[in-house]
Structure formats: structure tokens, C-alpha cells
């Protein structure tokens, strides 16, 4: 199983991002997906969650601006992020909870990060 993160890059504050993450290789379901963000010097928190019924969770400093979502057909999940700040500045990496085969148990796998600079 492999996450593709992409769509980083640096963006002046006020402006947007989408950023997408892509799950292939041997998948038989995806339970929750969500992204994560690392800034430097500081430990890796959650950003955003969605569940496989599109249920939602955000952490508080991110709620009313960024938005997630998932298209399951192409095991894609998304993080729309408006009104990006400076300390939105960070690694963005995404997750995914996989099973392999019905038979075996559900694993986490992570994307490689996507990098996000915001200027001031």
C-alpha cells in the first residue's frame, strides 16, 4: 500500500490549498483517512479526520478553515485549506487505515508529506 501526497507549495497568507492524497496497491477498504501536519521543532498533530460514512473531526485551530473530504471511487482524500495563516506552515502528511484482504487486520499507512509554507 502507498499514499501519494501532493499539491504544497508556498502561498502567500489569505491564499489557498488543496492538498490530495492518493492510497494504491493491494486494498480490499479504507476505514478512516485523515491529515496530519508536522511545523518545525514541533511534534506531529492531527489536522483532520474523516471516517469511511464521511464523518468528520478537525482540530480546533483549524475548524471553519480547512475542509476534508474523500472520493472513495478513487481512494483519494483531500484537505481544502482557505485562509491559510504562517502558522499553518508545516509538513501535511496523510493517513490512511487499510485492510489488505477481508480476512486481515486493518494497518495505518502514511504518505511521504507534502510541504506547506505560508508567508507573511
Known amino acids: 500500500v502507498q499514499l501519494q501526497a501532493s499539491g504544497g507549495g508556498l502561498v502567500q497568507a489569505g491564499g489557498s490549498l488543496r492538498l490530495s492524497c492518493a492510497v494504491s496497491?493491494?486494498?480490499?477498504?479504507?476505514?478512516?483517512m485523515g491529515w496530519y501536519r508536522q511545523a518545525p521543532g514541533k511534534e506531529r498533530e492531527l489536522v483532520a479526520t474523516i471516517t469511511s460514512d464521511d464523518s468528520t473531526n478537525y482540530a480546533d485551530s483549524v475548524k471553519g478553515q480547512f475542509t476534508i473530504s474523500r472520493d472513495n471511487a478513487k481512494n483519494t482524500v483531500y484537505l481544502q485549506m482557505n485562509s491559510l495563516k504562517p502558522e499553518d506552515t508545516a509538513v501535511y502528511y496523510c493517513k490512511a487505515e487499510v485492510r489488505i484482504a477481508r480476512w486481515r487486520p486493518k494497518n495505518n499507512y502514511w504518505g511521504q508529506g507534502t510541504e506547506v509554507t505560508v508567508s507573511s
Open positions: 496497491g493491494s486494498i480490499f477498504s479504507i476505514n478512516d
